[in-house]
């Protein structure tokens, strides 16, 4: 099979999709790999390492033309770069896409990639089970952006992280408030306990308390009715603004104490719940900063601008966007190895393409096929 890998064109993005190892493992296994001239020199992979590890360092038009398999990071609506619908176009019919294609809304490229006669594969999509653990890009890259998260608040406090003994005397120790204990949330809070942050953290989720403790900082109890907030797949269900509206109410007396809050309260699918109002953040100590991962998808805040820092009421409100963009070495080494990981689930074991519709993963993930959009939710009538 010809593996196609085109150079991100999204602004800002800076990851790749495949590394050089993985073209290593694709072209022993029998594969033809094509990557963009220049596809990883912002993540540090120059076109010299990639031939040398067998791949053809090609233009673009060639990689989207003659590719049987696309990898991309950014793959659907979270690319907009006004030339990807042309170079969709281009693709073979019944090319595969694979890639983070942001499948929760309709969007014109998902009626080009029917008309292409593409499958596309959603990486979003992968289903929270043992089997799909090593595909699970949204898992990987939250590490990535906890971590990051973290760093960024501490650079930005005007403070000290940890308790500091000086000839001065004593320096307090910063205090640290998680809000959304997914994967994000648990290397956000292990990141700030490292800087030396006294740490408390929250989520819907019961079940994440004993992770809180292993990571030596405190869950905050709340009064509020979390039996049914858990849905499928571990994630949390949309609660709705009553418990919303309880929720911001206990949360006041956290934040009036926090130097630093990182939010990572996150739905599927949906827009990610207003926690904290900007009452809430006038009431928080000067020079403090959130820092809102969820921006993206409307925020945990209601001051947060994404992709903007600003300042309100002497609070620091940051909004990344893409920040695994930061760190596109590590960024991409992990992409690249949960999607060669999920490619192998492709084949069968004597090498040969042997998509089984009827698997979990595969049907889960599989958004384009066919000439037609497969998810009622992707198609632009359906929006
Ligand atoms: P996510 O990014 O969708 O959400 C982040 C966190 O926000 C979640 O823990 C969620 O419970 C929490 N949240 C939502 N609404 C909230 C609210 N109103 N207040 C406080 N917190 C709120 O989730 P995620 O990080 O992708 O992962 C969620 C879970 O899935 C975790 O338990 C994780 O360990 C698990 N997981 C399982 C697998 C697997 O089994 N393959 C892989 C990755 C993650």
Request: proline letters at 4%; one cysteine or more.
């Amino acid at each position: 099979m010809y593996f196609g890998i085109p150079k991100e064109n999204h602004p800002g993005e800076n990851r790749v999709a495949t590394v050089p190892a993985t073209v290593t493992s694709l072209c022993k296994a029998g594969h033809v790999v094509m990557v963009e001239q220049g596809a990883g020199e912002k993540s540090g992979f120059s076109d010299a390492a990639y031939a040398m590890a067998g791949a053809s360092v090609v233009e673009r038009q060639e990689v989207f033309r003659q590719a049987d398999i696309l990898f991309v990071v950014r793959g659907g609506g979270n690319n907009h770069d006004e030339s990807y619908e042309k170079d969709v176009a281009l693709l073979k019919k019944g090319a595969f896409v694979i890639g983070l294609t942001e499948p929760y809304a309709p969007h014109p490229i998902y009626e080009s990639y029917a008309r292409a006669h593409a499958r596309v594969y959603a990486l979003e999509l992968i289903p929270r089970i043992s089997r799909a653990q090593s595909m699970d890009v949204l898992s990987s890259m939250s590490n990535l952006s906890g971590y990051k998260a973290a760093l960024i608040a501490s650079d930005t406090l005007p403070k000290l992280m940890p308790m500091l003994m000086t000839s001065a005397g004593t320096i307090a120790p910063a205090h640290a408030f998680v809000l959304g204990v997914g994967v994000a949330g648990l290397q956000a809070i292990a990141t700030l306990r490292r800087l030396g942050a006294v740490t408390s953290a929250y989520d819907v989720r019961p079940a994440v308390k004993d992770q809180v403790h292993s990571l030596g900082a405190r869950f905050i109890e709340m009064k509020l009715d979390t039996d049914d907030s858990e849905g499928s797949g571990g994630y949390a269900k949309e609660l709705g603004e009553d418990f919303y509206r309880k929720q911001r109410e206990l949360l006041s007396d956290v934040l009036k104490d926090s130097d630093i809050v990182i939010t990572t309260a996150a739905v599927p699918g949906r827009k990610s719940p207003v926690l904290v109002t900007e009452e809430m953040v006038s009431l928080m100590p000067w020079g403090s900063v959130i820092v809102d991962l969820t921006a993206e998808h409307g925020g945990n805040c209601e001051l947060s601008q994404f992709g903007k820092t600003i300042m309100a009421h002497g609070v620091t409100i940051i909004a990344p966007a893409n920040i695994v963009s930061t760190v596109p070495r590590n960024a991409s080494l992990l992409y690249a190895r949960n999607i060669e990981n999920f490619v192998k689930n492709l084949f069968d074991s004597a090498g040969n393409l042997a998509v089984d519709r009827g698997d979990e993963i595969i049907d889960a993930t599989l958004v384009v096929a066919d000439g037609i959009i497969r998810k009622d939710t992707l198609r632009i009538s359906s929006g």
